[in-house]
T-cell receptor, first 112, second 110 residues
Framework: SAVISQKPSRDICQRGTSLTIQCQVD?????MFWYRQQPGQSLTLIAT?????????ESGFVIDKFPISRPNLTFSTLTVSNMSPEDSSIYLC?????????FGPGTRLTVL | KQEVTQIPAALSVPEGENLVLNCSFT??????LQWFRQDPGKGLTSLLL?????REQTSGRLNASLDKSSGRSTLYIAASQPGDSATYLC?????????FGTGTRLQVFP
């Protein structure tokens, strides 16, 4: 299994600002995934990030709003840009390993 | 388009009961199915992974079954404890991504 850490664990931000969330994995992985969990909802995939290439975004998510970096095989960042209260969610980083999926502890974001 | 549904949405039971949580999916062509636990405000903990060729997996008091032909999985929790209180999510690996169910919020009271 993979051990995943995220920073920050939580944050309260003002409308119109941006927040960058970091995800660190304890082993090298090809694909990293970013999910959003809105209050009371299940998880929705935002994008898949491969090292050395641009992220692949799911329907309803765009790079201008959620830019992703993947500089190496153990690290990725997700930025939530020009935030609004509707972006208040838990953001989770995930990796695949041995056919199972593993998740970080999440970043709880509140936008005022 | 794959859709994953979980029933019931919420469940409250006394300690010691045996429980069954249900998960159904619309497209049987899945790669595998995974059950997770999520504590309030926290990330996900993987409980059990069932590959498409398998029928069930067991870990301690947990047993998960998979019937691909009917598009169903069940998570059986034996002798429930207050520490089992959490939201339980099932997810199917569909082609190239994991699709999550709606979750079952479980409360086990002493």
């Amino acid at each position: 299994s993979a051990v995943i850490s995220q920073k920050p664990s939580r944050d309260i931000c003002q409308r119109g600002t941006s927040l960058t969330i970091q995800c660190q994995v304890d082993s090298q992985v090809t694909m990293m995934f970013w999910y959003r969990q809105q209050p009371g909802q299940s998880l929705t995939l935002i994008a898949t990030a491969n090292q050395g290439s641009e992220a692949t975004y799911e329907s309803g998510f765009v790079i201008d709003k959620f830019p992703i970096s993947r500089p190496n095989l153990t690290f990725s960042t997700l930025t939530v840009s020009n935030m609004s209260p509707e972006d208040s969610s838990i953001y989770l980083c995930s990796v695949s390993g041995g056919r199972a999926q593993y998740f970080g502890p999440g970043t709880r974001l509140t936008v005022l | 388009k794959q859709e994953v549904t979980q029933i019931p949405a919420a469940l409250s039971v006394p300690e010691g009961e045996n429980l069954v949580l249900n998960c159904s999916f619309t497209d049987s062509a899945i790669y595998n199915l995974q059950w997770f636990r999520q504590d309030p405000g926290k990330g996900l903990t993987s409980l059990l992974l069932i590959q498409s060729s398998q029928r069930e997996q067991t870990s301690g008091r947990l047993n998960a079954s998979l019937d691909k032909s009917s598009g169903r999985s069940t998570l059986y929790i034996a002798a429930s404890q207050p520490g089992d209180s959490a939201t339980y999510l099932c997810a199917v690996w569909d082609t190239d991504k994991l699709i999550f169910g709606t979750g079952t919020r479980l409360q086990v009271f002493p």
